[in-house]
């Protein structure tokens, strides 16, 4: 080990080399509850042939590398081994090139989400993915677990911004796909194997991601429902009423309102709280079109009794002041002790299954505060649950829920991966055909098994 650490070293510099005390603490978990562990060393290359460097020599001696970035995973993906070497790519973070002709931005895996979408801004247009911890997480993190996010009813996940990707295989070869055009049909599309493997297959080091108009306006409401199917009746008649300028529609229950509401210390602006709400945001040409749009459904659906109350935001601060509550997780997360939920359900199905849910964390721990909220456009819907007083339970309350999202034949993760806290129910979401396939895959490309081992799935 001497020997590789000195080789990693010469490769790198010895200031990207850090070993024992000088490795950051925050290198050693992700934002999930997996506990905390020092690696062999931190590496921090600040090129593509760097990382080449590191994976061939990490290759050559058998050990394993966890690729890092901006660690606010909640499954225990980017969390080291003390077997292994953590590879942080926070110092390639250069946005090298903008297209605003083809609309395209060429960014390194270390780039942080607000860095690319400040870069789109400036160029006059919008980078299509949004996330609460924008600042922190990177783009190489969120490519390698295909993140959503508030806006993929209107403009898809990570995987419909990625148009080429470059990526350094296991044993340090290099495979560049940066190509940047919407149609090549050439084959196998190699990049997509890459997008959500969560650094299984090999590390992203650069992408090319395609970029939006940006809306001239943008109209923020939020709608106090009754019950849940007035909350699909609402997206239902908003997309008729103005077909491609939902923006986001997010839904949270008034368990999570008043929680969000107390960590905020901002009152909610209803006379009473109403049993869900949903945050609306329309993008469009002008904020008079996308208001003389909504007035006429929302009218005809507060008549109907369909909706309870409507906000409607008069400039951007309020607007900010409404999606502050909706981005109130991390400050939950800090008064809980909590155990994350990330799923996905057909649409028709959500009502029912928090019902469910309810009842049976009731039923079998009485008093258990269980908050959710979620992308209604996409049918992501999100749980937290405070476990505190309840050390025991953590994986009984996974094994109920994650049963009744197997009934409903939906997704044990919509957006945060599976990593290590949701490997072992990985087959109630996939096939053993599928299994047996995505092992294949493992194999072929890391055949060592050395690429963020004992993440996603086992392969023997």
């Not at 006059?124 to 677990?145: E, H, K, Y």
């Not at 007083?389 to 994650?402: C, F, H, N, S, T």
């Not at 055909?433 to 060592?448: F, G, N, T, V, Y």
Request: net charge negative.
């Amino acid at each position: 080990m001497d020997a590789l650490i000195r080789a990693l070293r010469e490769a790198l510099g010895h200031a990207a080399v850090l070993t024992g005390e000088g490795i950051p603490v925050a290198h050693e978990r992700d934002w999930s509850v997996v506990p905390a562990q020092r690696p062999l060393a931190l590496l921090r290359p600040a090129s593509t042939a760097e990382v080449a460097s590191v994976l061939r020599l990490a290759h050559e001696a058998g050990v394993a590398v966890v690729p890092q970035g901006g660690l606010t995973g909640l499954v225990g993906g980017a969390t080291p081994r003390a077997d292994a070497l953590a590879l942080s790519l926070a110092r390639m973070s250069a946005i090298e090139e903008i297209d605003a002709t083809a609309a395209t931005i060429t960014a390194q895996a270390g780039a942080t989400l607000q860095a690319v979408q400040d870069a789109a801004t400036a160029a006059g247009l919008l980078f299509g993915v949004d996330l609460a911890p924008r600042g922190s997480c990177q783009i190489g993190g969120l490519i390698s677990t295909n993140a959503g996010g508030t806006g993929v009813i209107q403009y898809g996940s990570m995987r419909a911004q990625v148009l080429g990707l470059e990526v350094v295989l296991a044993d340090g070869t290099l495979l560049s796909m940066l190509r940047p055009m919407l149609k090549n049909n050439t084959g196998y599309d190699l990049a997509h194997a890459f997008i959500g493997a969560e650094g299984t297959l090999g590390v992203v080091t650069r992408a090319i991601l395609r970029l939006h108009p940006k809306p001239r306006t943008r109209l923020t409401a939020l709608v106090a429902l009754p019950d849940y199917a007035a909350a699909t009746q609402l997206l239902q008649t908003l997309r008729s009423a103005l077909p491609g300028s939902i923006a986001a529609f997010e839904l949270m229950w008034d368990d999570f309102l008043a929680a969000a509401s107390r960590a905020t210390a901002q009152a909610l602006p209803f006379a009473g709280a109403p049993p869900l709400a949903a945050l609306v945001e329309f993008s469009g040409p002008d904020a008079s079109s996308l208001q003389a749009g909504i007035e006429a459904p929302l009218a005809a659906l507060l008549e109907a009794g369909k909706v309870l109350d409507i906000v409607l935001a008069q400039s951007d601060t309020q607007a900010a002041k409404l999606w502050r509550l909706r981005e109130s997780v991390g400050e939950i997360l800090m008064r809980f002790t909590p155990l994350n939920f990330d799923i996905s359900l057909p649409l028709a199905a959500i009502g029912t299954f928090v019902a469910a849910c309810r009842a049976q964390l009731q039923a079998h721990w009485p008093g258990c505060e269980a908050l959710f909220f979620g992308h209604l456009g996409d049918g992501n819907l999100h749980i937290i649950i405070d476990v505190t007083g309840l050390p025991d339970a953590g994986e009984a309350i996974e094994d109920a829920i994650y049963a009744l999202v197997a009934q409903e034949r939906g997704s044990i993760s919509a957006e945060h991966g599976i990593g290590l806290l949701k490997k072992h129910y990985l087959a109630l979401s996939r096939s053993p055909a599928e299994l047996a396939a995505m092992r294949a895959i493992k194999r072929a490309l890391d055949p060592r098994g050395l690429m963020n081992p004992g993440k996603v799935l086992d392969v023997d």
